[in-house]
């Protein structure tokens, strides 16, 4: 299977990173000139994905050796009346936030996901191991709703004071607040091309977003809007 492009970068930045933080200067000069890369990743990057290799290997072999050992047993259900599903333990139980979630979401390339909270935070927290990884602090109120870009380079938020945040998820930064909305802003999306995101509001709008420049190119009214969430 080939990296895009932007995986090759990711790659060539955690080496990057290896290198000069383990003291190899001959080799990350000279890595730094063939790779045409010149700043590295989030310290220790390349180490813990390392580390979730070697657990998944790890759990790989433990999964072989239960299928190994699979008789016919039958699966354990739930029911309540004519409704049964299968009982599956649970993976994780992340905590961390100080008020209810509101939205949960998958980085669409890394082993991450992110938690959105009525505590104004975004948290991070690596999917394999179930660890913290980061909390991205800046809305004022209740954060109702997150989403990537396709790419996951860019991650949008949306809070009750009213404004919507893009944040580089490389960095862990702001970097643009929108302004528009005059109600909670309750849901976002982004757009396939990655350039465009869409809000939905109280205040019984849904605008369209330049995300480059911060300005709305579309206002569509409504009578009524209610929704937590918005489906391209």
């Known amino acids: 299977m080939s990296l895009s492009d932007r995986q090759i970068e990711d790659l060539n930045r955690a080496i990057l990173d290896y290198l000069e933080s383990s003291g190899y200067e001959n080799a990350s000069s000279v890595f730094k000139e063939e790779a045409s890369v010149d700043t590295p990743s ?84 690596e999917f394999e191991s179930g660890k913290f990884e980061q909390v991205l602090k800046g809305h004022t109120g209740s954060v109702r709703d997150i989403a990537f870009d396709p790419t996951g380079t860019y991650l949008a938020s949306c809070s009750n004071d009213l404004t919507i945040k ?35 509001s109280r205040d019984c709008t849904i605008k369209f977003w330049d995300t480059e420049t911060g300005c709305i190119f579309i206002t569509l009214h409504f009578s009524k809007f209610d929704q937590h969430n918005l489906t391209i």
């Open 42 to 125: 989030k310290p220790g990057i390349l180490k813990r994905k390392w580390v979730s290799v070697v657990r998944l290997q790890r759990k790989v072999k433990s999964l072989e050796r239960e299928v190994d050992s699979l008789t016919t047993t039958k699966p354990s259900f739930t029911t309540s009346g004519t409704d049964f599903f299968p009982v599956q333990p649970v993976r994780h139980n992340l905590k961390g936030h100080r008020d209810n979630v509101t939205s949960v979401r998958f980085h669409p390339e890394h082993d991450l996901i992110c938690s959105a909270s009525e505590d104004a935070t975004i948290r991070v927290w």
């Open 166 to 200: 893009i944040w580089d998820f490389r960095a862990f930064r702001c970097v643009k607040t929108l302004h528009g909305h005059d109600h909670t802003v309750s849901a976002i999306q982004y757009l396939p091309n990655g350039k465009h995101i869409i809000s939905g």
